[in-house]
């Protein structure tokens, strides 16, 4: 089956570090990809969808320059957490789907960031 | 109406016990449908996809009522290994290329 693979797992860093987050598609290309943050005991949240060639889409609230979505190629897509605070510690995931309209999501494993 | 409603739980449901719960999705114009399954700490995975006609996998039984706009998760003979929260997940492509997840059902399965 699809297989998306995020790195890292997990970051521990100090407040105003940048962190960046990488998610890859392994067999399948993914033109779209999506990011998402998850706070304990609530659901997914949608970041931005991520567009190889073009700008990233950003959900209502999330900022633009703090979260950079770089879409590089149609296997590679990059969040960077810019000047991190501790209220950015979350569980970041990434997923993309092979495209088809119907086609469900792959997600990564997650990225749990704290931030110190 | 929220886009896509699930009753947050939990359930408490003894092993051994056949446990069903419902997502209600709120564009009737909706392309496809799919349950996730999220362990504590965890990336959902795809349990099923949810087909017209429905589909059983298993313990596991998915169904669609497109005149009522809900998708339905049967799970029969639960185990232990049930308890997750699962989220109902609706694609709606054709409008935004929007893809909206449910805020999940938690399922604890006791012994």
């Known amino acids: 089956g699809a297989v998306v693979s995020q790195h890292p797992s997990w970051v521990i860093c100090k407040s105003g570090t940048s962190v960046k987050i990488e998610c890859r598609s392994l067999?399948?290309?993914?033109?779209?990809m999506f990011w998402y943050r998850q706070f304990p005991k609530q659901s997914l949240m949608l970041m931005a969808t991520s567009n190889e060639g073009s700008k990233a889409t950003y959900e209502q609230g999330v900022e633009k320059d703090k979260f950079l979505i770089n879409h590089a190629s149609l296997t590679l897509s990059t969040l960077t957490v810019t000047s991190a605070h501790p209220e950015d510690s979350s569980f970041y995931i990434c997923?993309?789907?092979?495209?088809?309209?119907?086609?469900?999501?792959?997600f990564g494993n997650g990225t749990r960031l704290t931030v110190t | 109406r929220k886009e896509v409603e699930q009753d947050p739980g939990p359930f408490n449901v003894p092993e051994g016990a056949t446990v069903a719960f419902n997502c209600t999705y709120s564009?009737?114009?909706?392309?496809?449908f799919f349950w996730y399954r999220q362990d504590c700490r965890k990336e959902p995975k795809l349990l099923m996809s949810v087909y017209s006609s429905g589909n059983e996998d298993g313990r596991f039984t998915a169904q669609l009522n497109r005149a009522s706009q809900y998708i339905s998760l049967l799970i029969r003979d639960s185990k232990l290994s049930d308890s997750a929260t699962y989220l109902c997940v609706v694609n709606d492509f054709g409008r935004d290329d929007k893809i909206i997840f449910g805020k999940g059902t938690r399922l604890h399965i006791l012994p």
């Open positions: 997923s993309a789907s092979q495209g088809a309209n119907n086609s469900p999501l792959h």
């Open positions: 067999d399948f290309q993914a033109t779209t």
């Open positions: 564009n009737s114009a909706s392309q496809s």
